[in-house]
């Protein structure tokens, strides 16, 4: 089993700055691609960016240029770090991390998700 913690949600005004981090830990062999999406009111939910195990990155196109997404492979982490917040950045934000568990078989985790609201 796989579990995955998020944190660093919060309420940020216009053009602010939030630093999300999901640590994950169970019984991993290893992991592929690390990832997160978001879920505004009304809205089916988004992938927001995504690295891989090679360090390849994704961006959904109203993020690039703002946030920034980062792993660190010894720590089992993956951030979001996200600049010059808008309002249309509110939602609810999910990590996903999809690898491979010490039996062999493959996982699909999320976390809890956290909330990020942009507003003064």
């Known amino acids: 089993q796989v579990q995955l913690v998020e944190s660093g949600g919060g309420l940020v005004q216009p053009g602010g700055s939030l630093r999300l981090s999901c640590a994950a830990s169970g019984s991993i062999f290893s992991i592929n691609t690390m990832g997160w999406y978001r879920q505004a009111p009304g809205k089916e939910r988004e992938l927001v960016a995504r690295?891989?195990?090679?360090?390849?990155?994704d961006y959904v196109d109203s993020v690039k240029g703002r946030f920034t997404i980062s792993r660190d492979n010894a720590k089992k982490t993956v951030n979001l770090q996200m600049n010059n917040l808008k309002a249309e950045d509110t939602a609810v934000y999910y990590c996903?991390?999809?690898?491979?568990?010490?039996?062999?078989?493959?996982?699909?985790?999320w976390g809890q998700g956290t909330q990020v609201t942009v507003s003064s």
């Open positions: 996903n991390i999809e690898g491979i568990l010490v039996t062999m078989s493959p996982f699909n985790s």
């Open positions: 690295i891989t195990r090679l360090l390849r990155r």
